[in-house]
């Protein structure tokens, strides 16, 4: 029998040296953060206010988060932001499931065993950064450090510095990825086709009419929350009116003061019409007809107006509402009301998102709708669609001699795949690796990125990130033990956003810049470690150090180093107050009117391109005379859009619309040579997508979409956010469900080309005919207990169990979902899915 | 003034206290991380070895035959499954195991173990990096108190020595003795040897008559203070 004795005599029996008692020490410790103070309301008990910024999704929103007992407890808005005006989303403030989350990785993990087996063994950082800059190093030794593949999701501002621009730089490997594809880079490439740098922020603040394609602004958006408050107080206050084109009627659309229902894939074809109801009326007259002056709509230099009117006419002909209802489903009459709408309501915002262009030819989506907004005069001007703007840090740039970088060309699809991929094609990185043909890397890392669960194809994904002989070794850098985390070798856990510096730069919508910054609220839990951090001390250990501490150091030098932000009080003003904007700023419109002075572009170097009337420094883009400048050209000198000037239009040098990515003129090109020589329609037109035109009579087109609660793939583990949204259903219209005897609640299969998934169908008028629509955020295997229902042992409760109500997780489409591109941009064709969907229990 | 007779031997209760302390520790350490070789020699020790075997701990077979490098390294993946993840553990926090709890790492359970380590004068160190309720640091607070406690006993300092008993009583009462139970009874649930199973049952043997032992102790003292949890005892009389 067991005794108090017996338990005593083995105290007595330990030796000293066996004795933890490493973890309390006897003096209280004193700690000061930046921030303000405030009180719980049900405690009473002083909390400390931290000015921060979030990082759920990519709007990065300004935040205080509030620390009690030293745990952070609530996130709220910031009222000093003018980009939020302190509303914060159910997301940002759901964050706090980020730092408390039962299941996060608080250690380096080394995988034993398989990969994907599932057996781990911790081991310390100093280990795992040995292996990792071993296997690294000896790579750059060998002169081949392009074999180490980086691939990203979401990395910016002064992260993407750090880590991109001194420590990848540093190392050498221009393989680099990151997730653009999968969002939407037809957007972007479409804007750098027509406008040059991308990012377009919707004025609502100014606008009286707001014409939505395929957006869902109201519940996800890269500017979410600063735009959708805005146009909520317009849509409310001002009572303008919107009218949302769209697949299914989004909380967006339910918003608007109309909903126009759209088959999928087939906006391009309603703006295209539009712009010939526009300019068939004369509606483009007034500020549409002064802005095209600054357009191109034909080959060849700079045409009159009237032969521009002349040629949009002539190419818009066909483009007809008749043309445009037998594709899209959009009555002829409507296309024509709404377009006089748009045209006459001064000003209106034209506004364009995945729903549009992740399809076939999004990009050529995106440029139509540029093309409207130029026709009736709504580009960058206060109330339109306007060239973003941001704040613009100085920063420590690190070693003044970089490696020249070398890079394996897998980063930009299967060859053939896209033309114009000015984002890369980056959910065939995989493919490409399997492929070999462009060579294999032999270290694939990625940071805050899930290769698996993002992109389509989610078990090919699977199967090409297992196969060591495809990739000989993997290193992840994750706060969450996610589907991908649990295929790498070593998992090195990040600090979620709570518990670690940076600067940000987000665009604002009110058109002026504004400085803020994320600081951690607490200390970073067990041994999780900022990514960024770790660069630095791999580029000590490789030997070719940043010049950096650690990213506190370098956000302490860039408030030094930005006037604005050095003028307003540095660092420490950061610190105690987050964000600042300088109050005397004027916001900025009309950007591409500004006059340049003659010490611009008559200086040493600059040269006029007789072909485009584009001034740029051949100099700068390492051209070896004017003479070869002026004989080869700007277009065609390899990446001579960096060494943009001006655009010369009737005689006068305008700061014009500064190219990116690619070398088009300063005109907003809507005719573009460039897209023309790579086998399209120059001026944005009409192809169906060839799986679309050859669909038999019972194929349906599967399309996807985002809620409000949840973030595309690293919310699921916020149980708040979850237990609003954990379960997602397949949304068809009564008309297509009865055909196929399918009752709401339905069990259904959707299958596809590349698998089959089931799923509860959920049979409402809220989606056109024809179509089916499964939302992102579900089905996942890994990422926790909220997120997969992958409780701690079977069969005991814990602590949290009672309260995991929900008993299903959901279905990830993106099994069933191809990565294929759309052939200009590279864009994931999202919502362009050709599915049959059946009731289960029916035969084939 | 009346003659009080002593109700208590002294120096035993110093010794007591000790191995008290020694046993949160030992305790503690094996909680706190994976066993290095080293640690698992101290273990292996004859006299160490015979008073596991009187309080039935027993580490397990190949304990006594296999070599510590493979044993130590198969225990490193057994910790790390049982009580790190990545996915699936049995976290050892106090807030994420109690029942009825917030579930959550640094729940408001996590700061009132804080507070109650800076209302006995200790904190947590500045280059820890464990939560404040991890089992392993719960278990260094108490190792610590009935060190204290010792000294305390051996100055005859009974106002510091009840101070210190009714910390541990109370720690116990509110915190590691409402958790730490239930805890052990997943370990041996999940466990795939019988390493941590063999530590969870001593400390779920030991601490479960801590709560009584302390009250015991407060009363040895004469000093006739309820302790501050309000808990009903009976006084027992030397």
């Known amino acids: 029998m067991l005794n108090r004795r017996n338990f005593l005599q083995v105290g007595a029996s330990v030796p000293l040296a066996a004795l933890a008692g490493e973890a309390l020490v006897r003096h209280v410790s004193a700690g000061t953060v930046g921030g303000g103070k405030d009180y719980s309301p049900t405690t009473g008990k002083e909390r400390q206010a931290i000015p921060s910024a979030c990082w759920q999704c990519v709007t990065r929103c300004p935040n205080i988060s509030y620390v009690e007992d030293g745990r952070l407890v609530k996130i709220e808005g910031q009222p000093n932001s003018i980009r939020t005006h302190g509303t914060m989303c159910a997301k940002g403030q759901g964050g706090v499931g980020q730092f408390s989350d039962p299941d996060r990785i608080l250690y380096p993990m080394r995988r034993v065993g398989k990969r994907g087996e599932g057996k781990w063994k911790r081991v310390s950082w100093d280990e795992a950064l040995t292996e990792v800059a071993a296997r690294m190093k000896k790579l750059r030794d060998a002169g081949t450090p392009e074999k180490v593949m980086f691939h990203y999701g979401r990395m910016k501002a002064s992260h993407s510095k750090l880590i991109k621009s001194l420590f990848l730089a540093n190392y050498g490997t221009g393989t680099v990825g990151n997730h653009t594809s999968i969002c939407e880079a037809a957007k972007w490439t479409g804007q750098e086709l027509t406008w040059g740098g991308h990012y377009d922020n919707w004025d609502f ?49 339910a918003m608007s003061s109309e909903w126009v229902p759209v088959i999928p894939g087939t906006d391009r074809a309603v703006v295209l019409a539009m712009c010939n109801v526009v300019m068939n009326e004369g509606l483009y007259k007034g500020v549409g007809e002064d802005f095209l002056k600054f357009v191109k709509v034909t080959a060849g230099r700079n045409p009159s107006v009237d032969e521009k009117v002349a040629a949009l006419k002539a190419h818009l002909a066909d483009f007809t509402p008749e043309w445009a209802e037998k594709i899209s489903g959009v009555p002829a009459d409507k296309i024509r009301t709404i377009a006089r709408e748009v045209a006459t309501s001064k000003p209106a915002c034209i506004i364009s998102y995945r729903g549009a262009v992740a399809h076939y030819l999004g990009a050529d989506t995106e440029r139509a709708v540029q093309m409207l907004a130029s026709i009736t005069g709504n580009v960058d001007n206060p109330g339109g669609r306007c060239k973003a703007v941001g704040a613009k840090w100085k920063y420590p740039k690190g070693p003044k001699k970089k490696p020249k970088s070398r890079k394996l060309k897998i980063v930009d699809g299967l060859p053939g795949a896209a033309k114009l991929p000015t984002h890369h094609v980056n959910h065939q990185v995989l493919k490409m690796i399997k492929d070999g043909s462009a060579g294999r890397p032999e270290i694939y890392m990625w940071y805050c990125y899930t290769p698996v669960y993002a992109n389509g194809e989610v078990q090919d994904n699977i199967d090409i990130l297992k196969d060591e002989k495809l990739i000989p070794f993997s290193v992840c850098s994750n706060p969450f033990y996610d589907e991908s985390a649990a295929l790498a070798d070593i998992i090195l856990p990040d600090t979620p956003y709570t518990e670690r510096w940076g600067w940000e730069d987000m665009v604002s919508p009110a058109q002026i810049p504004e400085y803020y910054i994320r600081q951690p609220v607490v200390k970073p839990l067990g041994e999780s470690r900022d990514f960024a951090d770790v660069c630095i001390e791999l580029a000590d250990r490789m030997g070719f150090p940043l010049g950096v501490k650690n990213h506190e150091e370098f956000l302490k030098s860039s408030c030094e180093k930005t006037p604005a932000v050095k003028a307003a009080g540095g660092f420490e003003y950061m610190k105690a107050n987050g964000v600042y904007h300088d109050p005397k700023a004027k916001p900025k419109y009309f950007s591409y009117k500004k006059v340049l002075k003659p010490e611009a572009y008559e200086k040493d170097g600059v040269v006029m391109d007789p072909a485009t009337g584009v001034y740029w420094n051949w100099k700068k883009a390492k051209v070896a005379s004017e003479e070869d400048a002026l004989t080869k050209g700007y277009t065609h000198t390899k990446k001579s859009y960096k060494a943009y000037v001006g655009q010369e239009i009737d005689g006068v040098v305008y700061s014009g619309f500064k190219p990116d990515k690619v070398n088009k003129s300063g005109f907003m090109e809507l005719y573009s040579e460039i897209v023309e020589e790579k086998g399209f329609a120059p001026l944005p037109s009409w192809t169906a997508a060839p799986e679309h035109e050859a669909m038999k009579s019972d194929d349906l087109i599967m399309t996807t979409f985002k809620v409000a609660t949840q973030i595309h793939s690293r919310s699921a583990n916020c149980k708040y956010l979850t237990e ?3 379960e997602n259903s397949a949304w068809v219209n009564p008309v297509t469900a009865t055909e196929r005897n399918i009752a709401d609640g339905d069990m259904v299969t959707i299958k596809s080309d590349f698998g089959e998934v089931q799923i509860a169908a959920r049979v409402t008028p809220a989606i056109v005919p024809g179509t089916v629509a499964v939302s992102h955020h579900c089905g996942h295997w890994e990422y926790g207990r909220y997120a997969s229902g992958k409780k701690a042992p079977d069969g005991r409760d814990e602590a949290d169990s009672d309260r995991i109500w929900w008993k299903s997780n959901g279905t990830h489409p993106n099994w069933i979902i191809g990565n294929r591109a759309d052939p200009i941009s590279g864009q ?3 919502m362009d899915t050709v599915v049959t969907v059946k009731k289960v229990g029916t035969s084939a | 003034m009346p003659n009080v007779k002593p109700l208590f031997d002294r120096d035993e209760l110093v010794r007591s206290a000790i191995e008290r302390s020694r046993l949160y520790g030992l305790l503690a350490a094996v909680f706190r991380r994976e066993p290095s070789v080293e640690f698992l020699c101290h273990l292996k020790t004859p006299e160490l070895m015979v008073a596991f075997s009187a309080a039935g701990v027993d580490l397990g077979d190949e304990f006594g035959t296999d070599p510590f490098v493979d044993i130590a390294d198969e225990l490193a993946i057994e910790y790390t499954r049982l009580f790190l993840g990545p996915g699936k553990h049995i976290s050892p926090h106090e807030s994420v195991q109690l029942k009825r709890g917030s579930g959550i790492l640094w729940g408001p359970e996590t700061s009132a173990v804080l507070q109650a380590y800076r209302d006995a004068g200790f904190d947590v160190g500045e280059n820890e990096t464990y939560i404040p309720d991890h089992l392993s640091v719960e278990l260094d607070f108490l190792a610590l108190l009935a060190n204290e406690e010792s000294q305390a006993w051996a100055e005859s300092d009974l106002d510091r020595t009840v101070q210190l008993l009714r910390l541990q009583h109370s720690f116990i009462s509110q915190h590691i003795g409402k958790w730490a139970a239930h805890f052990c009874t997943k370990v041996n649930e999940e466990a795939e040897f019988t390493f941590y199973p063999a530590f969870a049952n001593l400390l779920r043997g030991f601490l479960s008559g801590e709560k009584a032992d302390t009250s015991n102790r407060i009363n040895m003292t004469g000093k006739d203070q309820q302790p501050e949890n309000g808990d009903n005892h009976k006084s027992v009389s030397g």
């Open chain 1, 724 to 726: 609003i949204f954990h």
């Open chain 1, 205 to 253: 603040d100014n606008t009286n009419y707001v014409l939505n394609f395929g957006s869902n602004v109201l519940e996800a958006h890269t500017n979410h929350i600063p735009t959708a408050h805005r146009l909520i107080a317009r849509l409310t206050e001002k009572n303008i009116r919107m009218v949302t084109f769209d697949v299914r009627l989004s909380n967006t659309a």
């Open chain 1, 828 to 830: 994931l064709r999202w």
